[in-house]
């Protein structure tokens, strides 16, 4: 019989199929998280075929993080990293993205999977939890271009070399972007939902102009100190779309019909149910050969990806778009 082990490598080499080659043979509909799956690679296969996107080549690779063994249940921690080589109509581009996931293995008459599902996944950009604003008024100076320069290599940064920005340099955000869409820069704090976060500080890479005030509610700033302090709209998916729907100084951006609009450097948000509350951030970085933005993120860490969202598990028909197009 089977060990736990044998039974985790097999339904891997099956679940494998829909990375590399868009196959779902082998995985059967008998948990609510297969069922989104297979849904999920159903829609995955119609955009690409829409789009008239041909996968030109692909590679995966796990890496198990952690496991724990509680009697009759084995659960199982594993990272996937995924790349595709795509062509759409003589446009070449590599999307890439990082999915974070828990199987859960039963021991009954042998071992079975129960569940596979990601742990995490846009759609949970609910508000952050953060410590209270000390009382210290928030200050800006000026400081050389140099160290906001290497403060986006990692390198340390504080508020007092804050450099007001006279222009909005989409290269510099969609570089930024680049550079860290699978990593963290060291320099601010990663959140458990870091979508909003990582936007906010493309962004910021771009010269958007800080906001500061003593209300978290307020602006849209980090201050880099220890601990750090920041603004809502900073690392909150639902108050970034309301500053960028109203802000009239500072960073500043006008609200757009479609994503065509959009140019590489600018926002994308999120309600993936339809509820009102949004819920993801993304950045655009490219467009694609129809004119559609490719956009990076993180939470589910993903470079080139399709904005659109459809292959997304948190998808829903009643997902609603905001389209921001940066103004400074």
């Not at 759409?88 to 990082?98: H, I, K, P, T």
């Not at 996944?121 to 604003?133: A, K, R, V």
């Not at 704090?189 to 906010?200: A, G, I, L, P």
């Not at 997902?319 to 905001?322: N, S």
């Given at each position: 019989m089977a060990g736990w082990k044998e039974t985790f490598q097999s339904f891997w080499d099956k679940r494998n199929r829909h990375y590399l080659?868009?196959?779902?043979?082998?995985?059967?509909?008998?948990?609510?998280?297969?069922?989104?799956?297979?849904?999920?690679?159903?829609?995955?296969?119609?955009?690409?075929?829409?789009?008239?996107?041909?996968?030109?080549?692909s590679t995966s690779k796990i890496e198990v993080l952690n496991v724990a063994e509680e009697n009759p249940n084995v659960n199982i921690w594993y990272r996937v990293g995924v790349s595709w080589d795509l062509e759409?109509?003589?446009?070449?581009?590599?999307?890439?993205?990082?999915?974070?996931?828990?199987?859960?293995?039963?021991?009954k008459s042998g071992w079975w999977v129960t569940e596979d599902k990601q742990?995490?996944?846009?759609?949970?950009?609910?508000?952050?939890?953060?410590?209270?604003?000390?009382?210290?008024?928030?200050?800006?100076?000026?400081?050389?271009?140099?160290?906001?320069?290497r403060a986006e290599q990692g390198e340390r940064y504080t508020d007092e070399m804050y450099e007001m920005s006279r222009g909005y340099n989409r290269h510099r955000a969609v570089e930024y972007a680049h550079r860290w869409w699978n990593s963290y820069n060291p320099q601010f704090?990663?959140?458990?939902?870091?979508?909003?976060?990582?936007?906010?500080q493309c962004l910021w890479a771009g010269g958007a102009p800080l906001t500061y005030?003593?209300?978290?509610?307020?602006?849209?700033?980090?201050?880099?100190?220890?601990?750090?302090?920041?603004?809502?709209?900073?690392?909150?998916?639902?108050?970034?779309r309301w500053?960028?729907?109203?802000?009239?100084?500072?960073?500043?951006?006008?609200?757009?019909?479609?994503?065509?609009?959009?140019?590489?450097?600018?926002?994308?948000?999120?309600?993936?149910d339809g509820d009102g509350r949004w819920q993801h951030t993304t950045v655009v970085v490219a467009k694609d050969a129809h004119n559609e933005p490719l956009v990076n993120a993180h939470t589910t860490n993903s470079q080139n990806r399709y904005w659109a969202y459809r292959d997304s598990s948190a998808w829903t028909p009643n997902?609603?778009?905001?389209f921001f197009h940066i103004i400074v």
């Open positions: 080659n868009l196959q779902a043979g082998g995985l059967e509909d008998t948990d609510i998280s297969t069922v989104r799956e297979l849904a999920r690679w159903e829609r995955v296969r119609e955009d690409l075929r829409d789009r008239k996107v041909k996968l030109k080549r759409q109509e003589g446009c070449q581009f590599r999307q890439s993205w990082m999915e974070s996931r828990i199987c859960v293995l039963k021991n742990v995490e996944e846009e759609g949970q950009g609910g508000m952050n939890l953060s410590p209270p604003l000390d009382e210290e008024p928030l200050l800006a100076g000026a400081q050389s271009g140099s160290m906001h320069q704090k990663h959140f458990e939902v870091d979508c909003t976060n990582y936007v906010s005030s003593q209300d978290r509610t307020k602006g849209w700033w980090y201050r880099f100190e220890t601990p750090p302090n920041w603004s809502f709209s900073w690392a909150v998916a639902h108050s970034l500053y960028l729907a109203g802000s009239t100084s500072g960073l500043r951006a006008r609200e757009v019909q479609s994503a065509r609009e959009l140019e590489p450097g600018d926002v994308i948000c999120y309600d993936f997902i609603q778009y905001k």
